[in-house]
């Protein structure tokens, strides 16, 4: 019998999710079928009048975070986004703190702490779909600035900022 490959392929579950609702991050976790990360890198490209082609380069992002999840009212941020998109929020009332926690990327003698990027996100409810008679809810987290770098402290729920915004690096 051959041995099992390690791929060393990140496991989903190795990152977690955290949205702010009212004053405290809440965990994306059940109900969520889906939350699919798009950086949205933007290119800008150039051709001077001695090239055949021209050159690219990335000039910016359009950071996007998709989801979708099935109408679990007792879970505060499925809650929170069904509540938005009934009620058709708009501008700072619809949105929120966004944390994405790198479970397998632990901090130094700091226990129960990984490194994590927050990022402010609008969010967007794009749709309650009927699936087969039970509800859902689908949208995008919508990123507002650069995404900034730190840590997050599973247990007491608190992201510290190192300081460093990721965009332009």
Do not use: C
């Not at 969010?123 to 949208?139: A, C, I, L, Q, Y």
Request: glycine fraction near 8%; proline fraction near 2%.
């Amino acid at each position: 019998m051959a041995d099992a490959v390690n791929t060393g392929v990140k496991n989903r579950v190795d990152q977690a999710e955290y949205v702010k609702v009212a004053d405290a991050y809440e965990l994306m976790g059940t109900g969520f079928k889906e939350a699919n990360e798009e950086p949205g890198a933007q290119v800008a490209d150039k051709k001077y009048i001695n090239m055949k082609s021209k050159s690219k380069s990335i000039s910016g992002y359009e950071w996007v975070k998709t989801f979708s999840a099935d109408q679990i009212l007792s879970e505060a941020v499925i809650k929170d986004f069904v509540e938005i998109g009934q009620t058709q929020k708009i501008g700072q009332a619809a949105e929120r703190d966004f944390v994405t926690v790198h479970l397998d990327e632990p901090v130094a003698d700091k226990e129960n702490t990984f490194r994590a990027r927050h990022v402010r996100v609008a969010v967007e409810v794009s749709s309650f779909p009927d699936n087969d008679g039970e509800m859902g809810v689908e949208g995008n987290l919508n990123g507002i600035g650069d995404i900034e770098e730190g840590t997050f402290d599973t247990t007491t729920k608190t992201f510290t900022p190192t300081g460093n915004a990721i965009a332009g690096k």
